[in-house]
């Protein structure tokens, strides 16, 4: 990442040194999954959508720890494989709009980091990549080389429902707190570097 583009961190310090986190990220590119590997504080293992998995990336993608999700319905194998990760105390990163949305700004979040957040106890942790979305002249897939591209980590919060219940309503609200939380930080992270 270092040597394609000029990615600045702020905040890394909030990423609990050890024990479990959820790193819950906005998704506008493709980049930005790799960008938060490369610059994360601990090794994260993502969730990734089984289509990555492919040729030369599939064999890649597993050696560093990436979560392969069947996101046509509940893949129960990729719910398993991430709680343990945060069992081990390990980091596991999540975009929670599923996919690339179109600002990459956490407006349509699903239910699937609350249920991960609320099952595991784990801290949340917010972080915005912002630049990612800007399209290069050579290479109009990719963001401009060597531009800037800002990874801005938030303040670790928990997402526990009232008396730890896992009901729908109880889900919901964790969804709704949730989306809130990183909202916030979205515009916090906005303001922070003029983006």
Known sequence: MNGLWRPRVLGAWRVPAQGPVILAGNHAHNVDGPMLIGTSPRPLHFLVKKEAF?????????AIGQIEVDRTGADR?????????????????????????????FAQLR???????????????????LGSARKGRLVPQLPPLRSRIDVVYGEPFTAVTE?????????????????????????????????
Not at 174 to 184: D, K, P, V, W
Request: charged share 20%; glycine share 14%.
């Open 163 to 195: 008396g730890g219940r896992r009901t729908r309503a109880a889900m919901d609200a964790a969804t709704s707190y949730i989306q809130e939380r990183l909202t916030a930080h979205m515009a916090e992270a906005r303001r922070a570097t003029g983006r």
């Open 111 to 129: 239910a699937g980091l609350a249920y991960f957040a609320v099952r595991s106890g784990a801290p949340v942790v917010p972080v915005a990549v």
């Open 54 to 62: 492919v040729g030369p990336l599939d064999p890649f993608l597993r």
């Open 77 to 105: 194998a990729a719910i398993t494989n991430a709680l343990k990760v945060l069992e081990n105390g390990g980091v596991l990163g999540i975009f929670p709009e599923g996919t690339r949305g179109t600002g990459g700004d």
